[in-house]
C-alpha cells in the first residue's frame, strides 16, 4: 500500500503562483508512475502532469504546458507540482496519483492509478 498525502493549496490572484507537495508513505518503491490530477466543480477529473519512473519522462496536459513542472525529491519521497501563471481555470481540487504499473510512457487516465490522496484546493482568482 502507498499513502499520499497533498499539501501547498491556496488561493491566488491570476498570474501568481502556488507549489503543490505530495508526500509519500508506505511501499513506495512500487510506485512507477505519479501524477498530478484536478477536477472542477461539475466537471470530471482530468490528468495535468505525470512522472514515469521506468521511462525517466514527464508529461503534461496541454492546459499546463510551459506553465506547470512536475519535479521529485527522491530523499523526500516527495513530488511536486510548480503552477506559474496561474489562471482561473486553473481553479480545482488537486490530487496525486500513484500507479505500481511500470508503463514507460506514463497514463493520463485515473482509472490506471492505483493509490490517491486527499485533494488540495487551489483557488485563482481574477
Known amino acids: 500500500q502507498v499513502q499520499l498525502v497533498e499539501s501547498g493549496g491556496g488561493s491566488v490572484q491570476a498570474g501568481g503562483s502556488l507549489r503543490l507537495s505530495c508526500a509519500a508513505s508506505g511501499r513506495t518503491g512500487s510506485s512507477y508512475v505519479v501524477g498530478w490530477f484536478r477536477q472542477a466543480p461539475g466537471k470530471e477529473r482530468e490528468f495535468v502532469a505525470g512522472?514515469?519512473?521506468?521511462?525517466?519522462?514527464?508529461y503534461y496536459a496541454d492546459s499546463v504546458k510551459g506553465r506547470f513542472t512536475i519535479s521529485r525529491d527522491n530523499a523526500k519521497n516527495t513530488v511536486y507540482l510548480q503552477m506559474k501563471s496561474l489562471k482561473p481555470e486553473d481553479t480545482a481540487v488537486y490530487y496525486c496519483?500513484?500507479?505500481?504499473?511500470?508503463?514507460?510512457?506514463?497514463?493520463?487516465?485515473?482509472?490506471?492509478?492505483?493509490?490517491w490522496g486527499q485533494g488540495t484546493q487551489v483557488t485563482v482568482s481574477s
Open positions: 496519483a500513484a500507479d505500481k504499473v511500470p508503463r514507460v510512457y506514463g497514463s493520463r487516465w485515473p482509472g490506471d492509478f492505483d493509490y
Open positions: 512522472f514515469s519512473w521506468s521511462g525517466g519522462r514527464t
